[in-house]
Each structure stands twice: as C-alpha cells, then as structure tokens.
C-alpha cells in the first residue's frame, strides 16, 4: 500500500505460532516482502519479545498449548505497551463462535488455515496501513492536545494579562479621577485669586483717582496760593517804594543825609522783597509745572540763555569758551533756566576779573554707561569756600554777604530742583578766589 | 474847553486803588503827559465812560487814544471791559494798554486773547515805573500811528 504511511523503517512483525512449518512459512511470505520477521514458539516467549521490542503487527495462532492465542491476546491488550498493536488471528478453526471470540479479545482479523500468501500480505498490508494511521492519528492527537493545552495556558495567561491591565486601568482610572477633582479645586482656587487680585485692581485704580484728584486739588491750591502771593503783595511793595521815592523827592533839600540814607534803605528793601517774592514764586512753579519732553539742541539753548541775560554783560569783558554740546531730552524752558542760573552765576561772580573766563562743556570720561551726558561751566571768578558746599545749593542760601555780590541765593536752588526733575544729579567744585566749577547729569534716552 | 485848536489827546486811566493812581499820575506828570488822563475807579465807571452812559451820558468829548487798564477791580474787572472794548465796532480800535502787578502767565494769556495791544507789568521800583510809562506814552502817542478817527468824539 502506500508506503507514505509507513515507518520509514521496515515494519517489524511478531509471529507466534506453535507449529514450526507455519511458522516458517509465514516468515518466507514475509520476508519475500521485506518485512522483519519475528517468530516465536509461544505466547510467553511473545510476550517477553513484544515487551521488549514492541512490533508493528501481531500475527497470532489460537491453538496453542500453555497459553492459548486468546490468553495471549488477552495479556497483549492488558499492558499498556502493547495494547494498541495490531493482532491478526491466525487459525485452522473456522468456526463463528472462535472468530468472534478472536474479535472480542481484540483481534482485529481472522485468518484461517491453509491460509493463502497473497491473502496474508493483502491483510497485513492493510492492517499496518490502518495501524500506521492510527499512529499517525494518534500521534497528531496527542499534538493536538499538547497544543490545546498550551492554548488554554496562553489564553489563562493572556486572560491574566488583561485582567492585570483592566486592574491597571481601573487604577489609572482611580488616580486621573483624583487629578482631576484636584485639578477641578485648583482651578476654582485660582479663579478665587483672580476674582480677588481684580478686585484689588479695582480698589487700586480707585485709590489712584482718589489721590491724583487730591494732588490736582493741592496743585491747583498752590496756584491759587501762589497767584495771590504773586498779585496781592507786589501791590503794595510798590506803594511803599512809589511813596518813598516821592517823600525823598519833596524833602531832599530838608533831610539830612542820615534821614535820606535811612529813606534809601527802605525803598531798596521793598525793591529787595520785590525780588524775593519773584524768586520764591519761579522756584515754586519750577516744582509744580508739567515738564514737556522734547530733544533739545544744547548749545543752542546755552546761546538763548546768554542772549536772556544781555543786559547783565555790558561793559563786561568776558571770553566765551563753549563746547559742542550734545542733543537731550528735556523741557526746553526749565533748562534755559538752568543755564541763565548757571552763567548769570558765573558772570556775576567773576566781576572782579579783567578777564573773565567763562568754560561751558561736556565731560568726556563715560559714566554709567552712554546714557547720560555730564555738562559743567567753569569761571575765573571768586569762587567759594568748599567747607561750605553743603549749603551751596540751599534755599535763600548764600556763601557772600549781600554787599560783596548781590543775589537772593534761589537760583542754585532752582538749578537743583529742575535737575532733579530731569532724573539727573548737580554738584559742584570751588575754591575761594580760586573760581568755580558746577556739574549737571542728563540722561541721553528719555527720563520719566 | 474845545475851540479849534488841537484837541488834548486824551488817556483813560481805570485803576481802583487810590494809591496806584496818585503813584501813576505822578509818573505820567514826569513825562508831561498828565494833561488829557481821566481816571475811573473801576470796570463799571470805565465801560459807563466808553460807552456813554450812565453816569457818563451827556459826554461830549472825545474817545480817549490810550486806555491804560488795571486787571483787578471790584464789581467789573479789567478783562471784562476789556473784552466788551475790542468786540465793539468802535472801541476796538483804541490801544488798550494793561497794567498790572501781575506777572502771571494766566493773565498774560488771557489778555492776549482778548486782544489787549500791549502789557506792561508795574515794577516795585518806582523810578523804573517812571521810565516805564515813559517809554508807554512815547510809542503810544508819539511813535504810534494812531487809527484814522482816533481822538474824535
């Protein structure tokens, strides 16, 4: 048959049968074949055989003495080993009653003597086909069943698996549901905080306009104050002064000189507070004005101050050292006043020159950086006492006496007050009769 | 009074303190120009003067060619008359000249706008005061070409 089936090695077969010139005729049928031929006498000399080597096919004798082929038979199917071989009966006896006897014990064909060999070859044939099969079959059972059992294993362990991940999720789960309840409280915390800090906000822009209206009401307060003062007490400075004069003019010939020198004093201190009242009020609104920030060409404006003071340099010989200056951000008409502060200082303190030498430059050497610019005027004239620098810049402060140079001492003050504004810094260097130095920063960039 | 002869150029001079205007006409007498000033005391009499009412109504003489203006009075102030003078079709001509103790920049402005022709601020120092309104009247009367008509009733 096909010999697919088969082993690969020649089928081995076990013969047992009492009678020696059957058995030796099965074994010549057999052989021719090519089949490995084992004969035996008797069932026990089978049965040790079978144990240990187990055949591909059974042939088996019924008649036999000691054990009869159906004990042989019998014992062949008890032991595990060798239950699942093929026994082909072989038999004189073609009675029914053997022959079912034979398939009841497990045989699985019945051969009667004389038997033919083409009928023998023919069965056994088939019988080892079938049993190569059953093998076969078996075999791919077992397979089978090791595989099923490993697919049960994978899936218990692919079950865990997801059950393990289905505990994770559940858990993950759990854990985001926190975040967000946590998440969830933080965002109501932060609207809180946002509700309070617009709030603040609110009372904040509030408190702003509350106190910038207040500083508009004391702003407007000192200029009321101060236009006052300015109208209210010239008025009758003036009177005093007019009167004076007019009583000086009338008696001249009667007074005597002490009486006239004493009408002088008066009418030179009305001209004299005349003059305070104008300083204090510049002074006050140099504080109180808005600035308005502007570039400003600096030497021109040095050129404009000058030309304000024309009339203070009549007769006066000055020489003029003016350097280029640079441009800055400013408010024009308060730095005018800066420098007609600083030169009239100059021009008025070098009087006792022949000479006077008046320097208006920058300073070179960068400080903090580029953005502010040092400018400094320096005169010949008679300097001052730099054991008193403190008090230079002072109100209504003076370092020479009223006679020796006449002056209300604010103008220093208001040079300060106006650099101050700017975001710069003023100072000063002098000795006695040694001239005078004074220095002013300015930044380059805007200065709010 | 008026006969053919040259008609006295005439100042009106508004001042409410008694002491400013002893001390103005004495200034304005140092310069020979006191003849032809009349004074009112105050911004009612002055507008009552210009515009012929009043206490002033039967006046016959000539508009003054110079105003010389004091900016705080009681009742009517110098802005007051001085903004009906330069909206009159009449009036406006006139130099209105203000004089005053102040300085401040707000009066400056003001009285610029309303047209004032010039503003003089009154020095403490009497003797400046003098040159001062010697100078006025120099420019006003003298230098000053004044409008066609001025001086006419």
């Known amino acids: 048959m096909s010999d697919k089936l088969r082993n690969e090695s020649p089928n081995r077969l076990l013969l047992i049968d009492d009678n020696r010139a059957d058995l030796r005729l099965l074994v010549e049928i057999l052989s021719q074949e090519g089949y490995h031929t084992r004969p035996t006498l008797s069932g026990m000399a089978a049965l040790e055989s079978a144990h240990v080597e187990q055949p591909d096919l059974i042939l088996l004798d019924l008649n036999m003495p000691g054990m009869s082929g159906y004990e042989v038979c019998q014992e062949l199917k008890n032991d595990e080993r060798t239950r699942d071989i093929p026994v082909i009966f072989i038999s004189a006896s073609d009675e029914l009653f053997d022959k079912v006897r034979a398939f009841n014990v497990g045989g699985i064909d019945y051969i009667t003597k004389p038997f033919q060999a083409e009928e023998v070859l023919a069965r056994v044939d088939t019988h080892l086909t079938l049993y190569h099969v059953k093998q076969r079959v078996k075999s791919q059972n077992e397979?089978?069943?090791q595989e099923i059992v490993e697919r049960i294993r994978i899936e218990e362990e692919l079950q865990?698996?997801?059950?393990?991940?289905?505990e994770r999720v559940r858990q993950r789960t759990a854990e985001l549901a926190q975040t967000n309840i946590r998440l969830k409280e933080e965002i109501k915390e932060r609207k809180q905080a946002e509700r309070q800090i617009r709030q603040l906000n609110i009372e904040l822009e509030q408190r702003v306009v509350e106190r910038t209206a207040q500083l508009e009401a004391v702003n407007k307060e000192l200029e009321a104050f101060s236009y006052s003062v300015s109208h209210d007490l010239r008025a009758p400075l003036r009177h005093?002064?007019?009167?004076?004069?007019?009583?000086?003019?009338?008696?001249?010939?009667?007074?005597e000189e002490s009486s006239g020198r004493y009408l002088l004093i008066i009418a030179e201190a009305s001209e004299k507070m005349g003059t305070l009242i104008d300083d204090l009020l510049a002074f006050s609104?140099?504080?109180?004005?808005?600035?308005?920030?502007?570039?400003?060409?600096?030497t021109a404006l040095v050129k404009q101050a000058i030309q304000g003071i024309d009339h203070e340099l009549k007769e006066r010989n000055i020489k003029w050292k003016i350097g280029p200056l640079p441009f800055i951000q400013g408010d024009a008409a308060l730095l005018r006043q800066v420098w007609v502060n600083l030169i009239s200082n100059a021009v008025k303190y070098s009087a006792p020159r022949s000479e006077a030498l008046i320097e208006i430059d920058t300073v070179t050497e960068r400080v903090d950086g580029d953005e502010d610019v040092t400018f400094f005027i320096r005169d010949n004239g008679v300097g001052f006492d730099p054991r008193y620098l403190d008090k230079l810049f002072g109100v209504f402060q003076r370092l020479h006496r009223e006679d020796e140079f006449p002056g209300t001492g604010i103008g220093l003050a208001t040079v300060r007050r106006i650099v101050y504004r700017h975001g710069g810094k003023v100072w000063a260097e002098g000795e006695l009769d040694g001239g005078a130095t004074f220095y002013f920063t300015l930044t380059k960039k805007n200065t709010t | 009074m008026k006969t053919d002869s040259i008609p006295t150029k005439k100042i009106l001079l508004v001042e409410d303190d008694p002491k400013d205007v002893e001390l103005t006409l004495v200034a304005l007498s140092n310069n020979n120009m006191a003849n032809g000033v009349e004074v009112v005391r105050d911004g009612a009499e002055a507008l009552d003067y210009l515009f012929q009412r009043g206490d002033y109504v039967d006046r016959q003489i000539e508009q003054p060619i110079l105003i010389l203006l004091d900016l705080k009075m009681p009742k009517v102030d110098g802005f007051e008359v001085?903004?009906?003078i330069k909206i009159d079709p009449v009036l406006k001509t006139i130099p209105v000249v203000v004089l005053t103790s102040s300085k401040e920049e707000q009066d400056i402005i003001d009285s610029y706008n309303l047209g004032v022709n010039a503003y003089v601020v009154k020095p403490v120092a009497f003797d400046e005061f003098i040159k001062a309104v010697k100078r006025l009247g120099l420019f006003w009367i003298l230098v000053n070409e004044q409008p066609p008509g001025a001086g006419e009733v």
């Open chain 1, 143 to 145: 397979r089978l069943q």
């Open chain 1, 160 to 166: 865990n698996a997801r059950d393990e991940l289905e």
């Open chain 1, 240 to 255: 005093i002064n007019g009167f004076i004069q007019l009583l000086q003019k009338r008696e001249s010939e009667r007074l």
């Open chain 1, 285 to 298: 609104r140099t504080g109180r004005t808005e600035m308005k920030f502007q570039p400003i060409d600096m």
């Open chain 2, 82 to 84: 001085l903004r009906q």
